[in-house]
């Protein structure tokens, strides 16, 4: 409507005809509009303009959105803090902050709500008023993330651990057995794609224990195309999350949005048959369903909906990323392999005819060692732990600084767990022994735990963690236990590391490796 006015100065005072009139002024409006904007966020009256940072991110988000179309917005993230130190503007309205001891106010028990980048990574469409429809980690509302988070945690106390033990430990002797017939077939010496055959269990995995089963990628492969579908769905939502508004834009479209309907439809379909039938085994839907009884009068099924695409996504993914991370940071480093090997026959020796027993793995140091480096390192939630003041707040003092509201703050782990302050030293090397060596601030070491955050921290921590835990020391050990593993021909190292992507949550490439079944008593599947 606006422009509408000079197209009548225009066409009384400069005698255009009334399309050319119409058209200039929408010309100057919009680029009136856009100086001005882009002005006020250089201007020393914005809100953030005291933060450093570079002026492409200080004047629209749509920098950031290209930044990790590549898939390299945790190196961007890092080269970023390298260059301008701890806090940094990152977008418009938005800073970066690797200040450990600003972590408590942000993510910690004083922290702050999620931020609007989570509206951004919403793949169904749900509305706005719609609160109930969203799962926990899109939920923005402190009191409604409380109630479902409640649920969520009851779910994953330790009598729900040991149900979902007893399902993961089966899908990890069915991947094992797995790959022990295809080395058979291949006359012994088995070259896979690890990181697919990863990928497979991780999902069947957590079908059995979100669904009650479901899934069979390892007997059946990936036929409905499940696993690009997700991959897809995660990369638009990581575009969308820096500009939440075109979110339900893209969803609609004909073409790009397709792979975000089709898993949105399958969990749907899921969602539909879990509630129908209840399943032999307790699963996570069953414990969350008791849990949420006692709190809320709403309907299961929609508890069951708005979270299983979560219990997908921030169950499988994120465990798959390290587990292959894992077996690449081990290939890489041979004689970290052969200490670990050690470390794992001496705790399961030959004699031994059991199964594995999952209560010693957490006292074997090196085990744990590795996979904490590999944490560290290779964070499957990268850059993207968004928080921002409460709405109606005004802001929030985070440590010294005050965050008025409109503005958000995102930790990225990946940069954090690489900062010399805090890891020290060989901060970006793959050196396990600085969790032997323990937790010191002298000049010649450091290893600050709190600033160790693959988890994130606080309220909305990873709820999953436990499980998670406990399924990369077993999945790892049996690897170790079963198998001889080097890299397959022609590996290049450089491209795995290359193939790593941020798309908020990390994605790997192939990973091809040779696997001989190894000659040793004991181990039974
Ligand atoms: C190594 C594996 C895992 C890592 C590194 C990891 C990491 C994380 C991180 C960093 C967050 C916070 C995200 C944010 O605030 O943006 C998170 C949240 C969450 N994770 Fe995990 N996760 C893992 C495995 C799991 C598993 C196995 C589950 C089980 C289904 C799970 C369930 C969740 C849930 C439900 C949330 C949302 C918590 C909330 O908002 O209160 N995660 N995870």
């Known amino acids: 409507m606006v422009p509408l006015l000079p197209t009548w100065v225009l066409i009384n005072h400069c005698a255009l005809s009334f399309p050319m009139a119409f058209l200039t002024a929408y010309v100057l409006f919009f680029a009136t509009l856009f100086t001005s904007i882009v002005a006020y966020r250089l201007s020393s009256f914005h809100p953030l303009a005291k933060y450093p940072g570079p002026i492409m991110c200080k004047i629209s988000q749509l920098w950031t959105v290209l930044v990790y179309s590549r898939g390299k917005g945790h190196h961007y993230r890092k080269m970023l803090h390298d260059q301008y130190g701890p806090i940094v503007r990152i977008g418009p309205n938005e800073l970066s902050v690797t200040e450990k001891d600003m972590l408590p106010y942000i993510l910690g028990s004083q922290g702050m709500p999620k931020g609007p980048l989570f509206e951004g990574r919403r793949m169904t469409s749900v509305s706005q008023k719609d609160t109930e429809h969203f799962n926990l980690i899109a939920t923005r509302d402190l009191q409604r993330h409380a109630v479902l988070r409640k649920a969520w945690s009851r779910a994953f106390a330790d009598a729900p ?44 995995f ?245 600033a160790f955050i693959p988890f994130s921290m606080g309220p909305a921590n990873c709820a999953g963690k436990s499980l998670a835990m406990l399924e990369l020391r077993a999945v790892v050990s049996m690897f170790i236990m079963h198998f001889d593993m080097e890299f397959g021909d022609n590996f290049d190292p450089r491209v795995w590391m290359e193939s790593l992507k941020d798309f908020f949550v990390l994605e790997c490439g192939k990973l091809m490796v040779k696997l001989r079944v190894r000659k040793r008593k004991g181990f039974e599947l």
């Open 206 to 450: 957590m079908g059995d224990m979100a669904f009650g089963g479901g899934f069979e990628l390892m007997r059946d492969g990936d036929s409905e195309r499940l696993l690009s579908n997700m991959a897809m769905s995660l990369y638009y939502a990581c575009l969308c999350q820096a500009v939440p508004w075109f979110s339900p834009v893209l969803r609609k479209l004909p073409y790009v949005g397709e792979p975000i309907r089709a898993f949105g439809s399958f969990a749907f379909k899921l969602a539909k048959i879990r509630y129908d039938q209840e399943p032999d085994k307790k699963d996570l839907f069953y414990h969350m369903i008791a849990a949420y009884r006692a709190d809320s009068q709403e309907s299961p099924f929609t508890l069951i909906l708005s979270n299983s695409l979560l219990a997908i996504v921030a169950g499988a993914d994120t465990t798959a990323t390290v587990l292959k991370n894992t077996i690449f940071y081990l290939l890489t480093n041979p004689a970290y392999y052969a200490r670990l090997r050690e470390e794992v026959d001496a705790a399961f020796p030959p004699t031994e005819t059991s199964a594995l027993d999952t209560r010693i793995l957490p006292s074997l140091p090196f085990l744990n060692a590795v996979i904490n480096e590999v944490l560290r390192l290779q964070p499957p939630v990268s850059t993207t732990l968004q928080r921002a003041p409460a709405r109606g707040t005004k802001g929030k003092l985070v440590g010294t600084h005050y965050i008025k509201e409109g503005t958000h703050i995102q930790v990225p782990p990946y940069v954090l767990h690489r900062d010399p302050r805090y890891f020290y030293p060989r901060p970006d090397e793959f050196w396990p022994d600085r969790w032997i060596l323990g937790t010191s601030d002298s000049a010649e070491f450091v290893l600050d735990r709190s």
């Open 161 to 204: 651990l040991r149900d979902y033990e007893e399902l993961m430990l089966a899908r990890a002797r069915q991947l094992i057995h797995t790959l022990k017939t295809i080395c058979e077939k291949q006359g012994g010496v088995g070259g896979v794609d690890v990181a697919s055959w990863i990928d497979y269990f991780t999902f069947d």
